[in-house]
């Protein structure tokens, strides 16, 4: 294998494990959504129906779909908008969805009246929902269409954040949000997501909470404790070479080794979802050791400077981890976004669960 990304599947259930703890009382949407953050939804999926979860949020029809056909058991919510084909498909499959607007609430009276909807409260999100003023008035206006309203939810957008200001509008989003936790007529109520489940735990309200990332035991860039890593993407030394003359790396000459010094190319590049930020103060680590990726980023390939102590020690063949929670942790690079870098992950990086 060129690369590959391991999921440790222990780790997985005791990360799932401490969601539980830390929702003692609520319900929990496992997110599954964009193929489980791109880690396989199917195998993801089925571990959480193993330890407890039965409900799954996606993003879209098709997602909901393939969990579904896969033979998983539970409630799935689509948690994306969609179209008015999509809503019928949807209320054939007995899928929940979300909607945003009035004018959908009036064509699923008269065209798909069984479907379970959640209604969006946006509260400080500003992408989907009903605002939080009228949102009250929306529910009315659902029961007297004698909609199925099954849900009411909101999303934070700063909850994983640490500023002051980030923690105060997460503040009042929570504020906002209350009047429609305690909704008891409404059978499904939850904003709380993984930053926010993480962060405001004991502050929890509705009756459920959704976890996404934090199923793998890393917040932002940042890895939760009493969490487990789960995902480590690795790859292999594929070249080694020591420089004879001063000579600069990779497209557009953004590094320079000096005589005597010795790289390493690795199989592996932004087609694979290594970001090219990376290269920016990226390390990967090899035999234990970290090693600064020296260059651009290639679409197929990478290349890594080795410190003097290793040249003697590093072969063709030889495993490198190219990123884990720690090492997402020790980069501290300021576009590094844990969300994109698991979802970037290409196809030909084989998924290998351990």
């Not at 007995?94 to 909807?117: G, Q, Y």
Request: proline content about 3%; hydrophobic content about 40%.
């Amino acid at each position: 294998m060129r690369a590959w990304v391991e999921i440790d599947t222990e780790n997985l259930r005791h990360n799932i494990r401490e969601i539980q703890k830390r929702a003692e009382g609520f319900g929990v949407w496992g997110v599954i959504k964009a193929n489980a953050y791109g880690l396989g939804v199917l195998p993801v999926a089925k571990i959480l129906a193993e330890e407890g979860i039965h409900y799954f949020a996606v993003a879209s029809l098709e997602e909901a779909k393939e969990v579904r056909n896969a033979n998983i058991t539970g409630e799935i919510l689509i948690l994306g908008s969609l179209f008015h084909d999509e809503i019928l498909e949807a209320e054939s499959l007995d899928f929940h969805i979300n909607v945003s607007c009035r004018e959908e609430l009036e064509w699923i009276a008269k065209n798909a009246p069984k479907t379970k909807i959640h209604l969006k409260i946006d509260t400080g999100m500003t992408r989907l929902g009903f605002s939080y003023q009228e949102g009250m008035e929306v529910i009315e206006f659902a029961k007297k269409l004698s909609l199925n309203i099954t849900g009411v939810f909101s999303h934070f957008s700063d909850a994983d954040g640490n500023s002051q200001e980030a923690k105060e509008y997460t503040q009042k989003q929570i504020e906002r949000f209350l009047p429609y936790a305690t909704r008891e007529d409404i059978p499904y109520r939850h904003i709380f997501n993984s930053g926010a489940l993480i962060q405001y735990t004991d502050q929890k309200i509705g009756n459920m909470v959704r976890a996404g990332i934090c199923l793998y035991g890393i917040l932002g860039s940042t890895p939760i404790p009493s969490f487990k890593n789960v995902v480590t993407l690795k790859t292999k030394v594929l070249f080694k070479k020591t420089v004879t003359e001063e000579t600069y790396v990779s497209y557009g000459r953004l590094c320079k080794l000096e005589k005597g010094e010795t790289y390493v190319t690795l199989p592996i590049g932004y087609a694979d979802g290594v970001k090219k930020y990376l290269a920016n103060g990226g390390k990967v680590e090899i035999l234990g050791e970290a090693c600064p990726i020296i260059g651009a980023i290639c679409m197929d390939m990478m290349m890594v400077k080795i410190p003097e102590n290793l040249v003697n020690k590093i072969e063709i063949g030889t495993e490198v981890s190219v990123f884990n929670n720690d090492i997402i942790r020790r980069n501290n690079i300021s576009e590094t976004c844990t969300w994109d870098m698991f979802t970037g992950l290409g196809r030909r990086v084989q998924r290998i669960y351990k």
